[in-house]
C-alpha cells in the first residue's frame, strides 16, 4: 500500500482506515488518538458523508474501535473523542477489552441546547489503556491568569509558594480547548481540526520519544504535527483530502517533510491474506 506522504517521523495513507488496519500486525501501537466523525451531518468540505443510519454508524463505530484496540501494545493508551451521547456508547465497546483510566471533560462553548435537554458544556475525551498502563507522564500547565489584566485568577488557599514552578498538575477538566470559532483565528480555514494541545496531551500523557502513534482519522493533521514535535513516531489515515495535512506538514516541518521515516514502518504491515485469521484469534484469546 504506497503511503501519500512520509516524514522522517511519520507516514500518511489516504484510505479507508479499516482497510489499512486490516493489513497491520498486532499490538504495535503504543498510543492510539482518535477523533471520528460523529455522524451528525457536519460539512467536512471533503466529500465525506456525515450523516447514515445509526445502526450503520455504531456497527462501523465497532468494528474501528476493536481494530484500534487490537493495534495497542499490552500497556498501550487509547484516546478517543466525542460528545458525551457518543462517547458513553464508544466506551461499552472499549470496556470489553480495555481498562478505564478517564473521562476527561473538554470545555466546548458555542453549542446550543436542543429540546429538553441541558445546555451542552463539554465533549468528552475517553482514556483507556490495555491493562496497566506501560508509561504515565504527568504532565503540567501553566498557572491561569486573568486574560484581561495579567493576574493569577485563584490565591491557592494562601499556598501560592508551594505550586510546582513547573506549573499545575493536568486534571481531568480541560478548560482551554475550545476550538477557535473565529475565521480571523483558524489556521487552516474550512479545515475541521482540533486544537493542537489536545492530542498533545494526549500523547504526552502515554509516550515516550521514539514511540509510534496512531490516528486513523487524520482531518486535519493535529495528531501529527503533535507527534512530530515531541519526536514520536506516527502512522496516520485520511480517507478523503490529504493536501490540508500536506500542507501543514510541510509549513511547520518542511526538513521532515517526504523524507523516509526513521522507523521500520514495513515491518508493521502484513499480507491482506492472513488478516481474517489474525483478527479472529487475538479476539477469542
Ligand atoms: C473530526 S475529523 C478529524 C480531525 C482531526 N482530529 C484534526 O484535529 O485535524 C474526522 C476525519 O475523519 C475522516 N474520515 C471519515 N471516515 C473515514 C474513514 N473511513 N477512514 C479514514 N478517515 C475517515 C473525515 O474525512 C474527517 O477528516
Given at each position: 500500500m504506497?503511503?501519500?506522504?512520509?516524514?522522517q517521523?511519520?507516514?500518511?495513507?489516504?484510505r479507508?482506515?479499516?482497510?489499512?488496519?486490516?493489513?497491520?500486525?498486532?499490538?504495535?501501537?503504543?498510543?492510539?488518538?482518535?477523533?471520528?466523525?460523529?455522524?451528525?451531518?457536519?460539512?467536512?468540505?471533503?466529500?465525506?458523508?456525515?450523516?447514515?443510519?445509526?445502526?450503520?454508524?455504531?456497527e462501523?463505530?465497532?468494528?474501528?474501535?476493536?481494530?484500534?484496540?487490537?493495534?495497542?501494545?499490552?500497556?498501550?493508551?487509547?484516546?478517543?473523542?466525542?460528545?458525551?451521547?457518543?462517547?458513553?456508547?464508544?466506551?461499552?465497546?472499549?470496556?470489553?477489552?480495555?481498562?478505564?483510566?478517564?473521562?476527561?471533560?473538554l470545555?466546548?462553548?458555542?453549542t446550543?441546547?436542543?429540546?429538553?435537554?441541558?445546555?451542552?458544556?463539554?465533549?468528552?475525551?475517553?482514556?483507556?489503556?490495555?491493562?496497566?498502563?506501560?508509561?504515565?507522564?504527568r504532565?503540567r500547565?501553566?498557572?491561569?491568569?486573568?486574560?484581561?489584566?495579567?493576574?493569577?485568577?485563584k490565591?491557592?488557599?494562601?499556598?501560592?509558594?508551594?505550586?510546582?514552578?513547573?506549573?499545575?498538575?493536568?486534571?481531568?477538566?480541560?478548560?482551554?480547548?475550545?476550538?477557535?470559532?473565529?475565521?480571523?483565528?483558524?489556521?487552516?480555514?474550512?479545515?475541521?481540526?482540533?486544537?493542537?494541545?489536545?492530542?498533545?496531551?494526549?500523547?504526552?500523557?502515554?509516550?515516550?520519544p521514539?514511540?509510534?502513534?496512531?490516528?486513523?482519522?487524520?482531518?486535519?493533521?493535529?495528531?501529527?504535527q503533535?507527534?512530530?514535535?515531541?519526536?514520536?513516531?506516527?502512522?496516520?489515515?485520511?480517507?478523503?483530502?490529504?493536501?490540508?495535512?500536506?500542507?501543514?506538514?510541510?509549513?511547520?516541518?518542511?526538513?521532515?517533510?517526504?523524507?523516509?521515516?526513521?522507523?521500520?514502518?514495513?515491518?508493521?504491515?502484513?499480507?491482506?491474506?492472513?488478516?481474517?485469521?489474525?483478527i479472529?484469534?487475538?479476539?477469542?484469546?
Amino acid at each position: 500500500m504506497k503511503p501519500f506522504l512520509t516524514t522522517q517521523h511519520g507516514i500518511l495513507y489516504n484510505r479507508d482506515c479499516l482497510d489499512v488496519m486490516a493489513i497491520m500486525k498486532s499490538e504495535i501501537i503504543d498510543c492510539v488518538f482518535a477523533d471520528p466523525p460523529f455522524n451528525l451531518g457536519k460539512d467536512y468540505k471533503n466529500g465525506f458523508n456525515d450523516r447514515v443510519a445509526e445502526m450503520e454508524y455504531f456497527e462501523w463505530c465497532l468494528l474501528w474501535i476493536n481494530e484500534c484496540s487490537r493495534l495497542l501494545k499490552p500497556g498501550g493508551a487509547f484516546f478517543l473523542y466525542g460528545t458525551p451521547e457518543l462517547a458513553i456508547k464508544f466506551a461499552n465497546i472499549m470496556n470489553q477489552r480495555l481498562t478505564f483510566r478517564h473521562w476527561i471533560a473538554l470545555t466546548m462553548k458555542g453549542t446550543y441546547s436542543r429540546g429538553k435537554k441541558l445546555y451542552p458544556a463539554h465533549y468528552a475525551l475517553l482514556y483507556y489503556t490495555r491493562g496497566e498502563p506501560r508509561i504515565f507522564n504527568r504532565v503540567r500547565v501553566p498557572i491561569s491568569v486573568c486574560r484581561h489584566c495579567g493576574k493569577e485568577i485563584k490565591d491557592y488557599g494562601g499556598h501560592r509558594k508551594k505550586l510546582n514552578p513547573a506549573g499545575l498538575n493536568l486534571t481531568d477538566f480541560w478548560d482551554d480547548t475550545s476550538p477557535n470559532r473565529h475565521k480571523k483565528y483558524k489556521v487552516r480555514p474550512g479545515v475541521n481540526e482540533l486544537k493542537l494541545m489536545i492530542p498533545e496531551r494526549a500523547i504526552l500523557i502515554s509516550t515516550e520519544p521514539g514511540d509510534l502513534v496512531f490516528d486513523p482519522f487524520g482531518g486535519g493533521g493535529s495528531t501529527f504535527q503533535a507527534a512530530e514535535t515531541n519526536h514520536r513516531n506516527w502512522i496516520g489515515i485520511e480517507h478523503y483530502d490529504c493536501k490540508p495535512i500536506e500542507s501543514r506538514l510541510n509549513e511547520t516541518f518542511p526538513l521532515s517533510c517526504r523524507r523516509k521515516p526513521g522507523f521500520n514502518y514495513e515491518g508493521l504491515f502484513e499480507k491482506d491474506e492472513n488478516h481474517p485469521d489474525k483478527i479472529l484469534q487475538w479476539f477469542q484469546r
